[in-house]
């Protein structure tokens, strides 16, 4: 009888240790092995009843407790190893590769090209600011940008100079909407922003019709 208890109880750990998961929910996806440097990756343990005798330890960085979460930073190393621990005992490791967050730059919808036909412009008419091959929910956002449209003889055929938010008007739709190959779309004095950080220029974005 007292086997079988034995039995039962080991299960019963195995199966909650099984469940148990360390995320970094400061990721688009947080199931992915990526912490950033210099900035808070607030990890989660998931699978665990709220203990405050949970801890993390980092074998690279800084940890400190922010409520029910960890905040973790780096600086210099390439990996790192996140062990979780309750009442000092570890139930948990997990290993991540450390990157550098790039510098964020503006898209026009999802355009990366160039060149573009009207239908690609118009199918999504915001300004974006992205960091390629980033996966850090860095939340910047444009807030600011002006336009000017020419012709391919660069005569001029519609400018709006300090347009409050990161989405074309429906005046400027309007006239992409009449453009011809050729034509040229030019975006400039793109300025971008995110919590805590301050106003960034970003570079201008020029498209040539198809």
């Known amino acids: 009888m007292f086997r079988l208890i034995a039995i039962n109880f080991i299960l019963i750990n195995l199966t909650s240790n099984a469940q148990t998961s360390i995320q970094?929910?400061?990721?688009?996806?947080?199931?992915?092995?990526?912490?950033?440097?210099?900035?808070d990756n607030?990890?989660?343990v998931k699978g665990l009843d709220t203990d405050t005798t949970i801890?993390?330890?980092?074998?690279?960085g800084q940890v400190t407790k922010w409520l029910n979460k960890f905040v973790v930073r780096q600086?210099?190393?390439?990996?790192?190893?996140?062990?979780?621990?309750?009442?000092d005992k570890l139930i948990e490791t997990r290993i991540y590769d450390i990157k550098k967050i790039g510098n964020p730059v503006a898209q026009l919808g999802n355009i990366?090209?160039?060149t573009a036909t009207i239908q690609e412009i118009?199918?999504?008419?915001?300004?974006n600011a992205v960091i390629p091959d980033c996966y850090y929910d860095h939340r910047f956002r444009v807030i600011r940008f002006s336009i000017l449209i020419t012709d391919s003889n660069h005569v001029q055929l519609f400018r709006q100079e300090d347009i409050s938010n990161n989405q074309l008007s429906e005046k400027t739709i309007n006239s992409i909407?009449?453009?011809k190959s050729s034509d040229?779309?030019?975006?400039?004095?793109?300025?971008?922003t995110c919590r805590d950080c301050a106003l960034r220029r970003l570079n201008n974005i020029a498209l040539t019709i198809k």
């Open 24 to 39: 970094n929910i400061s990721l688009t996806n947080p199931d992915l092995n990526i912490l950033y440097v210099g900035v």
């Open 42 to 44: 607030i990890v989660e």
């Open 55 to 60: 801890k993390i330890v980092s074998a690279t």
């Open 75 to 87: 600086s210099l190393a390439t990996s790192d190893t996140l062990s979780v621990y309750l009442s």
């Open 112 to 114: 990366t090209d160039t």
């Open 122 to 127: 118009l199918s999504e008419t915001k300004i």
């Open 177 to 179: 909407s009449k453009l």
């Open 184 to 192: 040229r779309i030019t975006l400039t004095e793109i300025t971008a």
